[in-house]
């Protein structure tokens, strides 16, 4: 199975822009969704952003505008620009794996995610 790790997160004022990035442990060529996730303690993991193997692309309606995903089968990675963050987006954002879009589940296994703060 596929193992994915996160990396690129960080403290960032709000108004600010992170880009993280997600590298897979082979190739993604074959996957179809990639999309990034993210959860914060108590609550249910949250999907924001999914990208096709054919570079369609899907967003939450609170990301809309504001974030971009982009994936990269030369390198393996999925990266997020998120731009305009703000403080209730603080949480830990995880790449996956999706079985397609809609309604679509996470398929693959969850890495260790990576952090996001949001504050002044």
Not at 7 to 32: N, W
Not at 53 to 81: E, H, M, P, W
Not at 88 to 114: D, F, I, K, Q, V
């Amino acid at each position: 199975q596929v193992q994915f790790v996160e990396s690129g997160g960080g403290l960032v004022q709000p108004g600010g822009s992170l880009t993280l990035s997600c590298t897979a442990s082979e190739t993604i060529r074959s996957l179809y969704v990639m999309a990034w996730y993210r959860q914060t303690p108590g609550e249910p993991r949250e999907l924001v952003a999914s990208i096709t193997r054919f570079g369609i692309t899907d967003y939450a309606d609170s990301v809309k505008g504001r974030f971009t995903i982009s994936r990269d089968s030369a390198k393996n990675t999925i990266c997020l620009q998120m731009n305009s963050l703000k403080p209730e987006e603080t949480s830990a954002y995880y790449c996956n794996e999706r079985s397609g879009l809609g309604s679509g589940s996470p398929t693959g296994s969850w890495g260790h995610g990576t952090q996001v703060a949001v504050a002044a």
